[in-house]
């Protein structure tokens, strides 16, 4: 016999089965204890009768803690208000591993307590919509990029140089050869793929030693990056958009459950359709002005700024064409105006901010060169970038975009702590 799963229960409806889980919670009443269990795909209620079972086992389902490994026996009932639809008319109880005094109750905890206990707190159910939505859309990330013939390229993480400035560079040792440094970012990487395949994408773990202490930075996320040849700023506007439609719509469609339990209002949600708005940095800094913010002509963007700028639309941002002194050295300047970068940032809605960053790239080997020395980055070490703008150079554009930033925006959450199964960040590198 196959290992039977709660989510495979609706086959079996009016036959006796065993399920294997853990106790998620119990409730008694009289002559009824019912206990839900939990195994991963689902929830299953087993309702016990005192006059259908052993009163050992009627007994049993009264002492047994909370998260005790167990499996129950019974009959599968359609039951259109239990959670799943499901119940089981129970009949058996074995004790796999016994527990007591699991340190997650259902009283509330404080969040550093709870992080402190991630490895336990993963089984809560809203941590596990949170992966399961998570999971789904790491999968429309690869499905989009597959269906549209991008190469999966994978970049190294151990580098040697700074792609994203060198103020959030974790390094390490490396032998002989002095520094290496966690990654910022694959882009680099698959921009010598783009030439090499035409469209690729990379897909990992980044790193930023980010010194700031808020709740969008991890120093470790997941980012994935198309990157494609002959395409400029629109054709990366243009895909940044279609992207982020089809991730939002997989989500509502297969993860409609899993929204529920996060009580995710689906309104905004549904809003996300192309096409997004595009405005300029200038624009944006226009909004800021209009709405009383002081902002200077030449700063970034910061997260309260972004709110304000994304709170005047009700679906994703693109805003285009920041001051290339805030940008990347690689960003290729337009050529219409060399004071701003070909680049762009979309900003969620609700607040938010950037989930999206990208551009065109430099494509001419002197600007290039130009640009390394003006962020001081060691030549040396972009020798073999510049050998693409070397050897058949042309025109292309990527984007990155973070995929915790992502998930907190669909889920609805309040921190991207939340997002990855073990985040790190400057005060967390445990559990
Ligand atoms: O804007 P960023 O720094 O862009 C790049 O790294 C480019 N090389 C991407 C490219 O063009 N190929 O980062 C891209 C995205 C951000 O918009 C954000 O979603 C996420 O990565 N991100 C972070 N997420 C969590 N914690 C952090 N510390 C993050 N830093 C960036
Ligand atoms: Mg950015």
Same mark, same amino acid.
């Given at each position: 016999m196959h290992k039977l799963y709660i989510s495979n229960l609706s086959e079996h409806v009016g036959e006796v089965v065993s399920v294997k889980g853990w106790l998620y919670n119990k409730r008694s009443s009289g002559k009824i204890k019912f206990i839900i269990l939990r195994d991963g795909t689902g929830y299953l209620q087993c309702v016990y009768f005192k006059g259908n079972v052993t009163p050992e086992i009627f007994e049993l389902a009264d002492s047994i803690g909370q998260e005790s490994a167990i499996e129950v026996t019974g009959t599968v009932k359609a039951e259109p208000r239990s959670p799943g639809g499901y119940e089981l008319d129970a009949t058996g109880l074995t004790i796999l591993h016994e527990t007591h005094d699991y340190p997650i109750t259902p009283k509330e905890h404080g969040v550093e307590f709870l992080m402190d206990k991630r490895h336990l707190w993963l089984r809560s159910s809203r941590q596990v919509a949170i992966m399961k939505i998570r999971h789904r859309i790491i999968k429309a990330v690869r499905d989009f990029f597959d269906d549209r013939g991008f190469t999966l390229l994978d970049s190294p993480i151990l580098t040697p140089s700074a792609c994203e400035g060198t103020s959030t560079l974790f390094s390490t040792d490396y032998f002989d050869l002095g520094k290496a440094y966690l990654t910022q970012s694959g882009q680099l990487y698959a921009e010598a793929g783009a030439l090499a395949l035409g469209k690729v994408y990379t897909f990992g773990p980044t790193f930023r030693a980010e010194k700031s202490k808020t709740r969008r930075h991890l120093t470790e996320f997941w980012m994935v990056e198309p990157e494609v040849a002959f395409a400029d700023l629109d054709d990366d506007m243009d895909l940044a958009e279609e992207?982020?439609?089809?991730?939002?719509?997989?989500?509502?469609?297969?993860?409609?459950?899993?929204?529920?339990?996060?009580?995710?209002?689906?309104?905004?949600?549904?809003?996300? +359709?192309?096409? %997004?708005?595009?405005?300029?940095?200038? @624009?944006?800094?226009?909004?800021?002005? #209009?709405?009383? $913010?002081?902002?200077?002509?030449?700063?970034?963007?910061?997260?309260?700024?972004?709110?304000?700028?994304?709170?005047?639309?009700?679906?994703?941002?693109?805003?285009?064409?920041?001051?290339?002194? +805030?940008?990347? %050295?690689?960003?290729?300047?337009?050529? @219409?105006?060399?004071?701003?970068?070909? #680049?762009?940032? $979309?900003?969620?809605?609700?607040?938010?901010?950037?989930?999206?960053?990208?551009?065109?790239?430099?494509?001419?080997?002197?600007?290039?060169?130009?640009?390394?020395?003006a962020h001081e980055l060691p030549m040396e070490d972009f020798e073999w970038y510049l050998d693409l703008r070397r050897y058949g150079s042309v025109p292309h554009a990527g984007f990155g975009l973070g995929i915790e930033r992502t998930v907190a925006w669909i889920c609805g959450l309040e921190h991207v702590r939340e997002t990855i199964p073990f985040a790190r960040m400057i005060y967390r590198k445990t559990p």
């Open positions: 992207f982020l439609e089809y991730i939002v719509q997989s989500v509502m469609k297969d993860r409609a459950e899993e929204l529920k339990v996060l009580e995710r209002d689906l309104t905004p949600l549904q809003k996300v +359709v192309r096409p %997004f708005p595009r405005i300029s940095y200038d @624009e944006a800094v226009n909004i800021l002005h #209009a709405e009383g $913010v002081e902002f200077e002509w030449g700063n970034d963007f910061g997260a309260a700024d972004e709110t304000i700028i994304s709170g005047k639309y009700d679906r994703p941002v693109m805003v285009h064409r920041y001051p290339s002194e +805030v940008k990347a %050295f690689y960003m290729k300047r337009d050529p @219409e105006n060399p004071k701003v970068a070909l #680049a762009v940032d $979309v900003l969620a809605p609700e607040g938010y901010g950037e989930i999206i960053g990208g551009s065109q790239r430099e494509d001419d080997l002197d600007l290039l060169i130009g640009r390394i020395k």
